[in-house]
């Protein structure tokens, strides 16, 4: 079957300008996640979606950093204006069921430049 | 709030010898224990999982992993290593409480390294 994909896989951008990641989880997958991962360190959740819904978005920076999963499936995650620390790895995963048990299933990431 | 360590952040192991991974965890209720390989511009790689039985868990490419619940370890281990295991490795873990399910939590990762 089809992993997770994301688009695109870099981007480079100046301070203050917007940016934009898409993801399509895997064909089903109900559950999907956004994680930043910055270097050297493990990925640190953003967002979790349930379906259309919002889980779980305690961690995202809610007055630059969004996102959305309108249809319940594809999923953009927008940050806008992008600081220097920004520059970081964008994951997104997949799981079948929002269940703790559940494997995240993980796409190759955006890795995002801010200069 | 729930918690994954790896004390090492560098391995090197002799291309056949038995490699070793560490991972400690403190979690409240019921851990959900992962273990993760990326290589260079890649995603991360599920490895295995422990969710209950037993303590000894298979996984892809011949890796496996202990579940220790007195010392809150799950290590990663395999027989013998291969060249192309070279990569990092998260641990993460995933508790489950009354309240309901915990985030997936990762360690800081190990950069395992395999010597020809």
């Known amino acids: 079957e089809a992993g997770v994909a994301q688009s695109p896989r870099y981007k480079i951008i100046e301070k203050r300008q917007s940016v934009a990641f898409w993801c399509n989880p895997i064909s089903g997958h109900a559950t999907l996640y956004w994680y930043q991962q910055i270097l050297g360190q493990g990925p640190k959740l953003l967002i979790q979606?349930?379906?259309?819904?919002?889980?779980?978005d305690s961690q995202l920076p809610k007055d630059r950093f969004s996102a959305e999963r309108l249809k319940g499936v594809d999923s953009t995650l927008k940050i806008q204006p992008a600081k220097l620390e920004d520059s970081a790895v964008y994951l997104c995963?997949?799981?079948?069921?929002?269940?703790?048990?559940?494997?995240?299933?993980f796409g190759p990431g955006t890795r995002l430049t801010v200069l | 709030a729930q918690s994954v360590a790896q004390p090492e952040d560098q391995v090197n192991v002799a291309e056949g010898n038995p490699l070793t991974v560490k991972c400690t965890y403190s979690v409240s209720g019921n851990p959900y224990l992962f273990w993760y390989v990326q290589y260079p511009n890649r995603g991360l790689q599920f490895l295995l999982k422990y969710i209950t039985g037993d303590n000894l868990v298979k996984g892809s490419y011949g890796f496996e992993a202990e579940f220790n619940k007195s010392q809150t370890s799950f290590h990663l281990k395999k027989p013998s290593a291969l060249v192309s295991d070279s990569a990092l490795y998260f641990c993460a873990v995933r508790g489950q409480t009354n309240f309901g399910n915990e985030k997936l939590t990762f360690g800081t990762g190990t950069r395992l390294t395999i010597i020809p």
């Open positions: 979606f349930q379906n259309n819904g919002v889980v779980d």
């Open positions: 995963a997949s799981s079948f069921t929002a269940k703790a048990t559940d494997t995240q299933y």
